[in-house]
């Protein structure tokens, strides 16, 4: 089992980018959550095994139709991710 934080910017926020993570995340079998952060930027924890992980990092380079991906980063983390994958309510940053 890992656990990634994967920051994706540039046009994720009202393009239903978070309802796509959570199917995506779902059928790759990882549990964790999405979120947009305040400075327009999309925050993800993604828990599972590694190659699923790796499978959700490359998608979120595409994302939904109306998504404009100019970013995305991933990093190990620490942070348990629960049960099921959740959307989230906007952070502050």
Same mark, same amino acid.
């Given at each position: 089992?890992?656990?990634?934080?994967?920051?994706?910017?540039?046009? !994720?926020?009202? !393009?239903?980018?978070?309802? +796509?993570?959570?199917?995506?995340?779902?059928?790759? @079998?990882?549990? @964790? +959550?999405?979120?947009?952060?305040?400075? @327009?930027? !999309?925050?993800?924890?993604?828990?599972?095994?590694?190659?699923?992980?790796?499978?959700?990092?490359?998608?979120?380079?595409?994302?939904?139709?109306?998504?404009?991906?100019?970013?995305?980063?991933?990093?190990?983390?620490?942070?348990?991710?629960?049960? @099921?994958?959740?959307?989230?309510?906007?952070?502050?940053?």
């Amino acid at each position: 089992m890992a656990t990634q934080r994967i920051i994706v910017s540039g046009r !994720v926020q009202a !393009v239903s980018y978070r309802d +796509w993570t959570v199917r995506t995340a779902k059928k790759f @079998g990882l549990t @964790g +959550w999405v979120r947009n952060l305040s400075d @327009g930027r !999309v925050e993800i924890l993604a828990e599972g095994e590694e190659e699923a992980i790796g499978r959700l990092i490359e998608a979120c380079h595409q994302g939904p139709p109306l998504a404009r991906v100019d970013h995305v980063s991933a990093t190990a983390d620490t942070d348990k991710a629960g049960k @099921g994958f959740t959307k989230r309510f906007t952070a502050n940053v």
